[in-house]
C-alpha cells in the first residue's frame, strides 16, 4: 500500500503583498524556456515593470505555490520587486531539491518508500486509429498485424503527472507537436529493439518514439535504450497473459471496465485490477464508444527482471475505474 509522507511546509512572505501564505521551499535554478510573465502574484497576475523571463536565462529558485506546484517563485535581478511567480510550463528546473520534491529530479518517487511511481499507458490501436485515419501508421493496418491483436504502447511515464522534460533543450521542447515530432532528435536503440518497438509502438511511423523520450523519457534517469527495453519488458508481460485473451475473443463486442479489471487480478493477483483505469474514445463516423487505452499505476524500480505484477500490487488502487463500458474495435476503418 502506498505510504503518503507528511511534508513539512515553510511560509514565505510575499513581496509587497501585505500577505503570508504556505509555500514550499525549493533551490536550484529555473531555466526559462519562453520569455513568459513574471509576476508578483498569481491570482491577480499584477507585474510591476512588466517584467518577463529570458529564453535560456537561468534563475535562482526559491519556492512552488503548493505540493505539485503550478508556479514556480523566482528571483529577478533588476526587477522591483526580485520575489516573482512564473508558471511552471514557462521552463524547467537544474538541480532542485525541495521538501516536496524527490531527491533525484529524473526520478518520481513516493518520498516515505524512496519508490518511483510511472503510469503505464496501453493503446488499442484499430480504436485509436478510427480517430486518426490519415497517420502513416493506420494506414498501414492490416487484419494480420500485431496491432490487430495485441496491446500497443503508448508511454511508460514518471510521476508525479508534471514530471516532463527533464534537462531537454527549449528547441526540442518547443518541436514537441505531431506536426515537428519529425524534428526532435532521433531515439538511438540496438537494432533488436528498434525492431521490436517498431512492431509493438506503430506511432514510430510518425516519430512516437521521439516525443515519449523527450517528454517522458528523459525524466526516467536511465538511457533510451533502457527507457525503452523496460517498456517494452512490461508490454510482452501484458500480450502474454489473460487481459489479452480478453480483448482478442471479445473483438467487435463490448467489454465493461469491470471485466477488464478481473483479467488483471486473473492474471497479476486480487487487487491488480484496481489499479487500472479504462478510457474510451468515440468513433466520429458512427458515434461507437471504443476502448482506446489502458492506464496502468506501477510503483517500484523498473529493470529487464521486473515483474509486472509486483508493480501493479505495489502502486495504490484507484477506485475510478474510467469508462464503464466501450467496444473493442476491430481493424480497418468501420
Same mark, same amino acid.
Given at each position: 500500500?502506498?505510504?503518503?509522507?507528511?511534508?513539512?511546509? +515553510?511560509?514565505?512572505?510575499?513581496?509587497?503583498?501585505?500577505?503570508?501564505?504556505a509555500?514550499?521551499?525549493?533551490?536550484?535554478?529555473?531555466?526559462?524556456?519562453?520569455? $513568459?510573465?513574471?509576476t508578483?502574484?498569481?491570482?491577480?497576475?499584477?507585474?510591476p515593470?512588466? &517584467?518577463?523571463?529570458?529564453t535560456?536565462?537561468?534563475?535562482?529558485?526559491?519556492?512552488?505555490?503548493?505540493?505539485?506546484?503550478?508556479?514556480?517563485?523566482?528571483? &529577478?535581478?533588476?526587477?522591483?520587486?526580485?520575489?516573482?511567480?512564473?508558471?511552471?510550463? $514557462?521552463?524547467?528546473?537544474?538541480?532542485?531539491?525541495?521538501?516536496?520534491?524527490?531527491?533525484?529530479?529524473?526520478?518520481?518517487?513516493?518520498?516515505?518508500?524512496?519508490?518511483?511511481?510511472?503510469?503505464?499507458?496501453?493503446?488499442?490501436?484499430?480504436?485509436? $486509429?478510427?480517430?486518426?485515419?490519415?497517420?502513416?501508421? $493506420?494506414?498501414?493496418?492490416?487484419?494480420?498485424?500485431?496491432?490487430?491483436?495485441?496491446?500497443?504502447?503508448?508511454? /511508460?511515464?514518471?510521476?508525479?503527472?508534471?514530471?516532463?522534460? *527533464?534537462? +531537454?533543450?527549449?528547441?526540442?521542447?518547443?518541436?514537441?507537436?505531431?506536426?515537428?515530432?519529425?524534428?526532435?532528435?532521433?531515439?538511438? /536503440?540496438?537494432?533488436?529493439?528498434?525492431?521490436?518497438?517498431?512492431?509493438?509502438?506503430?506511432?514510430?511511423?510518425?516519430?512516437?518514439?521521439?516525443?515519449?523520450?523527450?517528454?517522458?523519457?528523459? *525524466?526516467?534517469?536511465?538511457?533510451?535504450?533502457?527507457?525503452?527495453?523496460?517498456?517494452?519488458? /512490461?508490454?510482452?508481460? +501484458?500480450?502474454?497473459?489473460? +487481459?489479452?485473451?480478453l480483448?482478442?475473443?471479445?473483438?467487435?463486442?463490448?467489454?465493461?471496465?469491470?471485466?477488464?479489471?478481473r483479467?488483471?487480478?486473473?492474471?497479476?493477483?486480487?487487487?491488480?485490477?484496481?489499479?487500472?483505469?479504462?478510457? *474510451?474514445? &468515440?468513433?466520429?463516423?458512427?458515434?461507437?464508444?471504443?476502448?482506446?487505452?489502458?492506464?496502468?499505476?506501477?510503483?517500484?524500480?523498473?529493470?529487464?527482471?521486473?515483474?509486472?505484477?509486483?508493480?501493479?500490487?505495489?502502486?495504490?488502487?484507484?477506485?475510478?475505474?474510467? *469508462?464503464?463500458?466501450?467496444?473493442?474495435?476491430?481493424?480497418?476503418?468501420?
Open positions: 500500500m502506498r505510504i503518503w509522507a507528511i511534508w513539512s511546509s +515553510v511560509f514565505l512572505a510575499l513581496a509587497g503583498a501585505g500577505v503570508a501564505r509555500d514550499v521551499k525549493m533551490s536550484g535554478s529555473f531555466v526559462a524556456d519562453a520569455a $513568459c510573465p513574471a508578483q502574484a498569481i491570482k491577480s497576475g499584477k507585474n515593470g512588466s &517584467v518577463s523571463t529570458a535560456g536565462q537561468s534563475y535562482d529558485l526559491l519556492a512552488g505555490n503548493k505540493d505539485g506546484p503550478t508556479h514556480y517563485l523566482i528571483r &529577478v535581478p533588476g526587477a522591483d520587486p526580485e520575489r516573482r511567480w512564473v508558471k511552471i510550463s $514557462c521552463g524547467h528546473v537544474t538541480g532542485s531539491s525541495a521538501s516536496t520534491a524527490p531527491a533525484d529530479q529524473n526520478q518520481s518517487a513516493s518520498p516515505a518508500s524512496g519508490k518511483p511511481e510511472y503510469v503505464f499507458a496501453l493503446s488499442w490501436q484499430p480504436a485509436f $486509429c478510427e480517430t486518426k485515419a490519415s497517420k502513416t501508421e $493506420c494506414q498501414a493496418q492490416t487484419a494480420a498485424g500485431f496491432d490487430a491483436t495485441h496491446f500497443t504502447l503508448h508511454g /511508460l511515464w514518471p510521476q508525479p503527472n508534471g514530471n516532463f522534460y *527533464c534537462q +531537454v533543450a527549449a528547441s526540442d521542447k518547443a518541436n514537441d507537436n505531431p506536426a515537428h515530432w519529425k524534428d526532435l532528435p532521433p531515439v538511438n /536503440l540496438d537494432a533488436s529493439t528498434r525492431s521490436e518497438l517498431d512492431q509493438v509502438m506503430p506511432g514510430t511511423a510518425s516519430k512516437l518514439d521521439r516525443h515519449e523520450w523527450i517528454k517522458h523519457g528523459t *525524466c526516467y534517469g536511465k538511457s533510451q535504450q533502457e527507457y525503452f527495453a523496460d517498456a517494452l519488458n /512490461l508490454m510482452r508481460a +501484458v500480450n502474454a497473459s489473460p +487481459v489479452r485473451d480483448f482478442t475473443k471479445s473483438i467487435g463486442k463490448q467489454l465493461t471496465s469491470d471485466q477488464i479489471r483479467a488483471f487480478d486473473s492474471a497479476y493477483g486480487a487487487g491488480a485490477g484496481e489499479r487500472v483505469r479504462v478510457s *474510451c474514445l &468515440v468513433d466520429p463516423s458512427g458515434g461507437r464508444r471504443l476502448i482506446g487505452e489502458l492506464t496502468l499505476g506501477l510503483t517500484g524500480p523498473i529493470g529487464p527482471n521486473s515483474s509486472l505484477g509486483d508493480l501493479l500490487q505495489a502502486s495504490a488502487p484507484t477506485t475510478k475505474a474510467g *469508462c464503464p463500458k466501450g467496444a473493442v474495435d476491430p481493424v480497418g476503418f468501420q
